[in-house]
């Protein structure tokens, strides 16, 4: 799916509103784009500013234009892009950014475009020397700041921003448009809960880490649904060496995630993963009360963030496991 078909068919109030924008050239100088996680945030803002560098726009990028190539291939001069998924966004990148647009734009187009993907990480001095722009929009600039949490991103900024929130497809439709996908039943539902569309299902799936986390995350409750000192072993293994904290972040909420299927299963309701039922099955024999699981799982995985030692947590979680199997 095209992020024209995706905005088209599933955003139709910012296909509208940036369109006749477009069209009319009545841009905004801000576009604060917010939602959940697993919105394809990032690629949604540069899709954006690519319309507006296309040399042959319709009101949105063409994709077949020189500059929109150029766009693609990371080779658009005046285009800044800020990341904050992976870390947060320094003061020293925002006063590079001001250094660059104190110079002239060096495109025919005379647009300078910048991109910040979660502007709730930027530090407090980045925040402020990105207010500098937002106050004063020095003729063609324009910016497109993305966020997952919206309260966290400060007043002054969401004041000089129209705001403009993504609406989450829902998961039925979701795993209807990922069957045309050249991935397995079992990946998919695995990654819908993380991914709101299927391009990046995909993306995910053919990734060198998802291998990594996934396994980690079926052989561990596998182990532990035959014997949960097996399980425990299994965890040590597998889990503890994860050096990345997205990664162990992902991994306990898998966690959580199988001990409501766990919860569904018993109560009868529809699985997420029924691509894995017998393991949920063997789960359900072997946890006796999985419920409380589920929160203390979300409290272990929040202090990942904390930096608490990841064998640590790993422990807490399988002993809490363990806590709620039989004793026989
Ligand atoms: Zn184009």
Known sequence: MT????????????FQTFGNALKNNNLSHAYLLDGEPGTPLKEVAFYLAKSLVCDNPNPFACDKCLSCHRFEEGNYTDFFFFDGAESSIKKESVLALEKAFNMTSVEHKGVLIYVTHNVENMTIEATNALLKFLEEPAGKVYAFLTTNNLHNVIPTIK????????????????????????????????????????????????SERYPEYKTAVIATLEAFSEDPRKGYLKAHELITPLRDRFLIKRVFTYFALFFKDVVNYSIGHERLFKSYDTLVVKLAKTIINPLPLIVTTYEISKKVDDYVNTGLLVDELLISMIKETSND
């Open 159 to 206: 004041s000089r921003s129209q705001i403009i929130s993504l609406q989450l497809i829902k998961r039925d439709i979701l795993l209807k448009l990922c069957e045309s996908l050249d991935i397995t039943q079992e990946d998919i539902e695995m990654l819908v809960p993380f991914y709101n569309i299927p391009s990046l299902i995909e993306e995910e799936a053919k």
């Open 3 to 14: 992020i024209y078909s995706y905005l088209q068919d599933f955003q139709p109030i910012l």
